[in-house]
């Protein structure tokens, strides 16, 4: 899975998105992941903050595209990160402290 993890953040390198950290969750992240499983990711970058949602959406679709992968990314800025950290039951502080997720460093 790494591989794959890599090489979609390579194809959001190519249309000029610095990834900073990316992590895998869900299905994948815990081995359960079947035939029809998506690759669910979390990926902070500052490159997203001044990108409106509908070309967030174009730019995370074309980069699944190049791969033929099923990925569905969720993209927030390093400080929208901190700042859900902080609050109790967000989803982002859930996907970030549950063991079986798994980091990848830019």
């Known amino acids: 899975m790494g591989k ?11 249309q000029g998105i610095k990834v900073e950290r ?16 998506d690759i669910d ?5 500052r490159d997203f903050a001044a ?4 070309e967030q959406c174009r ?7 190049a ?3 099923p990925v569905e990314a969720l993209v927030y800025t390093p ?3 901190e700042a859900l950290m902080q609050r109790e039951g967000s989803f982002v ?7 079986e997720t798994i980091e990848y460093r830019v």
Do not use: Q, W
């Open 4 to 14: 794959i993890v890599r090489a979609y953040l390579a194809e959001l390198a190519k």
């Open 22 to 37: 990316a992590y895998l969750f869900g299905s994948h992240a815990r081995g359960e992941a079947g035939p029809d499983s």
């Open 41 to 45: 990711l979390l990926l902070v970058s």
């Open 51 to 54: 990108i409106p949602v509908s």
């Open 59 to 65: 730019i995370l679709g074309k980069a699944a595209l």
């Open 67 to 69: 791969l033929m992968e």
């Open 79 to 81: 400080e929208e990160v």
């Open 93 to 99: 502080r859930h996907i970030l402290t549950r063991p």
